[in-house]
């Protein structure tokens, strides 16, 4: 299937972009299981490198020229990726754990649903991917953003376990600000101001290269690196060098743009979300400007990691994987912005492995969730999957093979916060909901009893849903699965 059929047939607004992004870089769409791959020297302990941006959503990455030239054109993109609980801490935390966010708990951004502090006392510190590589032989880092509200109530310069090399940004507060900032080095807290040069991805970038110069030192050691930019979160500020470029950049008016009419959808979105005035759409495409030029110095990022990787020798025993946290509403829908609705705007997210035995410029169609972080990171450091984790290793993909096996289906799943009450269901808060995607169908249960389903093939922008007249036949296999996912538990189950 080429990734023109893809358009048609598996239903995203955001694989448009997708498209252009291969048309410009020449890439090819090829998921047999016999499809050749680029020969290099077996690697039996590779270095790992896990890219994580913040709300990035994919008509972003039209503007990100060297994640598309030396990623996407020398890598595997995916096409489907995905995350299972679009909210940041949820999803990070599943990146982490390997487990979806009604096994790991971690369910909000804040106390006493989410947030750090969660994630800590939940015990999740002590079964999770840095320690794990960490007693797996790695020498690890995390640069940048953890998870909301670190460091909580732990002490200013906390470290959590299996982490050899720390510098995390703090977020306390539930903002991640790209000046004015405190950082804990290593150990040792350190404030940022407001020059050019305390622009945080820069810094980022800084601390990156002393990383990787310092693991050359201790060649014969892996490690695994984490970086962790909030680009480009709000509010979504740009480099002093970047802040007049792409003058004329607007967000891309899809067919939901704006979206005409709500009738068919629930009643936290058809009774709130008025049409959008052109104040609002001027509102939309300001911040996709901003949020595109935030963006520019992460690419930059991407580049001097390639750079150094390349300079030490280590490019061709790395493994460098692009992601995002979650994807990101904007105009579509009525949205001016959002994220943990259960759109494909926002359970959609940019995926780009480069790496050892990974063919140049070829694109996968297989479905690929943010659960199968972990899994893969572990079976390609060597090291054993714990039996908690619920995703599954990506490796096979990775090395153009697709197993007969491999999902057809997933879960998707958000918790209402509890600082929204059920009053605020009125004021647009998205109640709970657990939804099922396949190849054709997205379909959704809300707490309130609410449902929506979409075929993705005749309706990829979700303009009309089928809820009100599909047939048992149609929507009695889609809640059987989903009641069998929403409580699964291990990669078996869950796959």
């Not at 499809?35 to 959503?57: A, C, E, F, K, R």
């Not at 790991?104 to 510190?125: A, I, K, T, W």
Request: net charge negative; charged share 20%; glycine share 8%.
């Amino acid at each position: 299937m080429n990734v023109f059929t893809q358009r048609r047939t598996a239903g995203s607004l955001i694989i448009a972009a997708t498209a252009v992004l291969f048309l410009r870089c020449g890439g090819s769409s090829d998921t047999s299981s016999d499809s050749p791959t680029t020969p290099t020297t077996p690697v039996t302990t590779p270095n790992l490198v896990l890219i994580l941006t913040d709300d990035q959503d994919l008509a972003t990455m039209a503007h990100m020229p060297i994640v598309r030239d030396r990623m996407a054109a020398r890598g595997l993109s995916f096409n489907n990726a995905f995350v299972t609980d679009s909210l940041c801490c949820p999803s990070r935390a599943t990146i982490l754990t390997g487990q979806y966010a009604h096994n790991h708990g971690v369910q909000s951004n804040e106390p006493p649903q989410g947030g750090f502090d969660v994630f800590r006392d939940l015990g999740h510190e002590r079964n999770s991917l840095g320690l794990w590589l960490n007693r797996g032989g790695y020498t690890t880092a995390l640069i940048g953003k953890y998870l909301n509200r670190y460091p909580g109530t732990s002490p200013a310069n906390y470290i959590p376990p299996g982490w050899t090399d720390w510098y995390s940004f703090f977020s306390n507060v539930g903002s991640d600000a790209y000046y004015n900032y405190s950082m804990n080095e290593s150990g040792t807290v350190v404030r940022y101001g407001t020059r050019p040069e305390d622009y945080i991805t820069d810094v980022l970038a800084t601390k990156t290269l002393q990383f990787l110069d310092r693991a050359e030192a201790n060649d014969a050691k892996p490690f695994f690196l984490h970086i962790t930019p909030n680009a480009p979160h709000r509010p979504s500020e740009p480099a002093p060098r970047h802040a007049s470029l792409l003058p004329n950049v607007q967000m891309p008016r899809t067919p939901n743009w704006n979206e005409a009419d709500l009738s068919d959808k629930p009643a936290w979105l058809r009774n709130v979300f008025q049409p959008l005035s052109r104040s609002d759409e001027n509102v939309v495409d300001y911040l996709f400007q901003q949020r595109s030029l935030s963006l520019l110095a992460v690419d930059e990022l991407v580049g001097r990691v390639l750079d150094k990787l390349e300079a030490l020798g280590e490019m061709s025993n790395t493994y460098v994987i692009f992601t995002s946290d979650n994807g990101f509403l904007q105009g579509s829908h009525r949205f001016v912005r959002g994220k943990d609705a259960p759109y494909e705007e926002s359970i959609r997210v940019p995926l780009i492995v480069r790496g050892p035995n990974i063919r140049a410029g070829s694109t996968s169609d297989s479905f690929v969730l943010n659960n199968d972080f972990a899994p893969t990171l572990l079976e390609l450091a060597g090291v054993a999957i714990p039996d908690s984790v619920d995703g599954r290793s990506i490796v096979p993909l990775l090395n153009g093979r697709t197993p007969t096996d491999w999902r057809t289906d997933f879960l998707i799943e958000h918790w209402r916060p509890a600082s929204q009450s059920e009053e605020d269901e009125g004021n647009g808060a998205i109640p709970d909901y657990f939804g099922l995607r396949n190849d054709r169908y997205a379909y959704i249960e809300y707490s309130t009893g609410e449902r929506e389903l979409y075929d993705l093939r005749s309706d990829p922008y979700q303009l009309q849903s089928l809820h009100g007249s599909a047939s048992s036949s149609t929507l009695g296999p889609l809640q059987q699965r989903l009641n069998a996912l929403k409580t699964c538990k291990g990669a078996a189950a869950c796959k």
